[in-house]
């Protein structure tokens, strides 16, 4: 098979889209002929090796880890899978190897989901890692609920799109950061009060709108946006990040509950979300379609940290 192979860390140069040996299902697992792949920031970090202390990587490493397209092998005691079907699946491994970015990919079968009616392959390519963050930090840890006061940072990204959605969801009253270009967008995602964070000083802005604290912050951005978070929160709030350490001292101190969470593969979430879209209670993220030939576009692009929901690689 073809596939976007580097044989060590570095710039784009060490992308080569080659041929290789075809990954084979292993036990539990479906091998997908991939269609599309969605980009993620953590394509071009892994390739540049920023998270090899956080990722196991080993060469030659294919790159990538969203996939969607369709069933063309089964490997042994997988049932309720057929030859042919729809599939989609956060392609994430104990060891960094065998990505998306290439014409297969195989993956644990209860980690994968059939992609619904209402989604082409391309809308669904975009949609397992940044969705089971935004559930993992909002559901599992934040545990957030009706009447809570939360601010969602980078709302027009990836995983602001689907926490903004999610939270309001949940019947949070959701404030969010965007440029001004992007407030409109975000707004209709469901935030009440998008704020932009390039000339409005965030911090100072929420304590008006919540002089009691909030009760969430996600921190999808890093920076500022981080550093702000503990002075925002009320006691017994919670603080997600998924860029930065936390500042553990500072979240005692402020008696927060607080994480820095790495997404996990969940298939039973993935569906959860996925059977959200499909009853119209969220929607899909805006996708911009790329083709594989052209991925140092697309990983510049990503890298400029301003992609509106999603890049997608056209695959095969
Ligand atoms: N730990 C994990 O498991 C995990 C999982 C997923 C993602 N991540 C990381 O989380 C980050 C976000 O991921 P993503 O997929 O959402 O990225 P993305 O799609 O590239 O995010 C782009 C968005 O970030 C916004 N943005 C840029 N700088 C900002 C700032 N200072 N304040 C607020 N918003 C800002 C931009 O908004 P405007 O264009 O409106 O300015 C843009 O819409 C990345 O660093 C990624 O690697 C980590």
């Known amino acids: 098979m073809k596939a976007l192979v580097i044989e060590k860390f570095g710039g784009t140069e ?15 697992e479906i091998q997908i002929q991939v269609e599309y792949a969605g980009v993620n920031p953590v394509d071009w970090k ?38 042919g079907d729809r599939m989609m699946a956060y392609c994430k491994k104990k060891v960094v190897q065998w990505g998306s970015f ?28 940044v969705a089971l963050t935004a559930w993992q ?7 957030v609920k009706a009447g809570d006061q939360v601010l969602i940072h980078a709302g027009a990204g990836g995983v602001g799109v689907f926490a903004v959605q999610l939270a309001k969801w949940a019947g949070a009253t959701v404030y969010s950061t965007a440029s001004s270009q992007n407030h409109a967008f975000v707004e209709n995602l469901g935030a009440d009060e998008v704020i932009d964070y390039n000339f409005v000083d965030v911090g100072e ?3 008006e709108r919540a002089p009691g604290g909030l009760d969430f912050v996600f921190d999808c951005a890093g920076g500022t946006a981080h550093a702000q978070a503990y002075d925002i929160l009320k006691p017994g709030g919670a603080l997600v990040s998924i860029v930065e350490p936390i500042k553990k001292e500072l979240a005692l101190e402020k008696e927060l509950r607080a994480c820095c969470l790495v997404v996990r593969p969940n298939g039973e979430q993935l569906q959860k979300v996925l059977d959200l879209i499909e ?3 969220i929607q899909a993220a805006p996708i911009e379609e790329i083709p594989i030939d052209q991925i140092v576009k697309a990983f510049d692009q990503s890298k400029k940290g301003h992609t509106k929901g999603k890049i997608v690689l056209k695959i095969t």
């Not at 014409?103 to 079968?109: D, F, K, N």
């Not at 930090?137 to 545990?143: I, T, V, Y």
Request: net charge neutral; with cysteine; hydrophobic share 45%.
């Open 14 to 28: 060490v992308m080569e889209w080659k041929e290789i040996s075809k990954p084979m299902p292993q036990a539990g």
């Open 46 to 83: 892994i390739r540049e090796g920023l998270v090899k202390h956080m990722f196991p990587c080993h060469f030659p490493l294919i790159l990538g880890w969203d996939a969607a397209g369709t069933v063309s092998a089964i490997g042994e005691g997988v049932e309720g899978v057929t030859v």
């Open 102 to 129: 290439a014409e297969y990919v195989c993956m644990e079968a209860q980690h994968c989901c059939l992609i619904p009616s209402k989604l082409n392959t391309a809308q669904a390519a975009a949609i397992p890692l």
């Open 137 to 143: 930090a909002l559901f599992d840890f934040a545990k």
């Open 205 to 207: 802005k929420i304590k």
């Open 279 to 281: 009853s119209g209670k």
